[in-house]
């Protein structure tokens, strides 16, 4: 419901009658909208799992790893539409926005800096975000925009050309 | 309006309110919602004079004349909240979705076939998605979600980290 109706034209109360359940159960086992948001597109993205198994070891092949496990997710039926769900309600509400940027912030980056990733960490904030926004780019006019023919291109075609892009951001000298 | 309240939460009849005119005028001068909402997020982006001026002369300056274009609309406040209003309402409305990818396909990939760029026309189309899925990825996260530091970057920095992406997808090899 989510995904379809976005953030604000869900309600816990049809989700409860689309569940055939009582609203209050909904509220008992998962508190507020917000919580409940939380809770159905944070289930596919559990940093403290992907993060360590994508980052450490082989940093060449980090590239691959991360495109991989990304592409992967947005086209599982289990975690697609909760990410679909996700940048729709980002994008249009402040609540979700907030809490987009402070995943970002204080999962991403900071767990960032825990990792051996061969990163300087004073370089960890720059280096992250501008691959954020490869990846978010690439959601965007792959999965939502489905721009052609990138939004009907296989995962290697897709690897293949924006990987070097991930490694640049990651490891290269972006200095002017 | 339709920056902030997204085109299903824009009317027409509201919009007239807000400019102390009757509907009718609205209709008159604009035509549908839909018509409207083109009229409010074309003004700024007119391919047919902007593209010829980021993409001939100087191919190695193009992804930099890109990016200054780019980013100063976005930043711009006679254009930035119109981009606003059109990333918000192609996220979650199935028409702007449908024109935002019929404006990139008929008026992008077509017109970059008539220029002079040095790219091959049956790499168009493939080429011109994967430079749409990183500005695409910068507007969101640098102006919508605000990821930090990438939000607060000087437009020097974004071009240096960013402009050998969009010369490695417009003119490299890309190849798996």
Known sequence: MFAEQGYDGTSIRRIAADADVDPALVHHYFGTKD????????????PGTI??????????????????????AWESPA??????????????????????????????QRRLRTLDTGIAPEEIPWRSSLVASQ?????????ILELPPLAHASQEEVIAAVGPTIARYLFADLSP
């Not at 919580?35 to 559990?46: E, G, I, Q």
């Not at 993060?51 to 992967?72: C, H, N, V, W, Y």
């Not at 990846?135 to 999965?143: D, V």
């Open 135 to 143: 990846l978010f780019g690439l959601a965007l006019t792959r999965y």
């Open 79 to 108: 975690s697609g539409p909760g990410f679909r769900a996700l940048v729709r309600s980002a994008v249009t509400n402040r609540v979700s926005n907030r809490l987009v940027r402070e995943f970002f912030t204080q999962q991403v």
């Open 51 to 72: 993060m360590p198994s994508i980052l450490q070891k082989d940093p060449e092949a980090i590239p691959e790893r991360l495109l991989r496990t990304f592409l992967g």
């Open 35 to 46: 919580a409940l948001f939380k809770a159905v597109v944070a289930a596919p993205l559990d």
